[in-house]
């Protein structure tokens, strides 16, 4: 039974979340404090966090930096908040996703088993094949980290993700949508220009001449393509 933390400061709303999750079949446990979250969250033992920003003690943003610098695990954002500009930052920091107030507590259910569905896959994948190399690049999917010329690279999660379904599928030219897609989701806050900024992020740090790039290739009109 996959086990979930919610960090929510308003009872009745956590209470609901809690009760549409637990029918489903999950476990749920509440935090309606930033502070007590947070440590729940790092010593915890959770498949997926839930969090809302405006938090008494520490914002939600704080709390998923910190989550997301020892955990791999996927967030969930679920906030009033509908600034672009706070999906964003949410999505830059590694969040997974990002729910606007008020929602279908249904909608919440369907992305929580969308995103922990997308976390076994990958899991699998690294299970199968954790040592990946090829022009220069070595990927250890399973300690999750990229060394290009033997030099260690940080990657974010997104980038990670994209990096490795490339290598997975050399030599195919794959579209925007089914980047975005198999990366991020339709049910995400972000939309499929994303996967153009991060295409550009992962040439900076594995092309010698990211401005001329030689593995990762754009096919106008298509999509991308990485060659082997």
């Known amino acids: 039974m996959k086990k979930i933390l919610l960090i929510e400061d308003e009872v009745s709303i956590a209470?609901?979340?809690?009760?549409?999750?637990?029918?489903?079949?999950?476990?749920?446990?509440?935090q309606h404090h930033?502070?007590?979250?947070?440590?729940?969250?790092?010593?915890?033992?959770?498949?997926?966090?839930i969090l809302d920003?405006?938090?008494?003690?520490?914002?939600?943003?704080?709390?998923?930096k910190q989550i997301r610098a020892v955990h791999n695990i996927p967030?969930?954002?679920?906030?009033?908040?509908?600034?672009?500009?706070?999906?964003?930052?949410?999505?830059?920091?590694?969040a997974d996703d990002y729910i606007t107030k008020p929602f279908s507590p249904s909608e919440l259910v369907a992305r929580v088993k969308a995103h922990l569905s997308r976390y076994e896959r990958l899991a699998t994948n690294q299970q199968t094949n954790h040592m990946m190399s090829i022009h220069g690049?070595?990927?250890?999917?399973?300690?999750?980290?990229?060394?290009?010329?033997?030099?260690?690279?940080?990657?974010?999660?997104?980038e990670f993700d994209l990096l490795v379904f490339f290598v997975r599928?050399?030599?195919?030219?794959?579209?925007?949508?089914?980047?975005?897609?198999?990366?991020?989701?339709?049910e995400s806050a972000a939309d499929v220009s994303t996967v153009t900024v991060h295409i550009r992020k992962l040439r900076e740090k594995i092309e010698r001449e990211p401005a001329h790039p030689k593995f990762l290739e754009t096919v106008w009109g298509a999509g991308y393509r990485f060659n082997v």
Not at 34 to 49: H, M, T, V
Not at 53 to 64: E, R, T, V
Not at 177 to 186: A, I, T
């Open 15 to 30: 209470e609901l979340q809690r009760d549409y999750l637990e029918i489903n079949g999950f476990t749920v446990d509440i």
């Open 34 to 49: 930033g502070e007590d979250g947070l440590q729940q969250a790092l010593n915890g033992n959770y498949d997926l966090i």
């Open 53 to 64: 920003i405006m938090l008494p003690g520490i914002s939600g943003f704080d709390i998923c």
């Open 75 to 94: 967030i969930l954002f679920v906030s009033a908040k509908k600034e672009d500009i706070d999906k964003i930052r949410g999505l830059g920091l590694g």
């Open 137 to 158: 690049i070595t990927i250890d999917t399973s300690a999750r980290k990229v060394f290009v010329n033997g030099d260690e690279i940080a990657f974010t999660t997104k």
């Open 169 to 186: 599928h050399p030599n195919q030219v794959l579209s925007k949508e089914q980047l975005y897609e198999r990366n991020w989701g339709y």
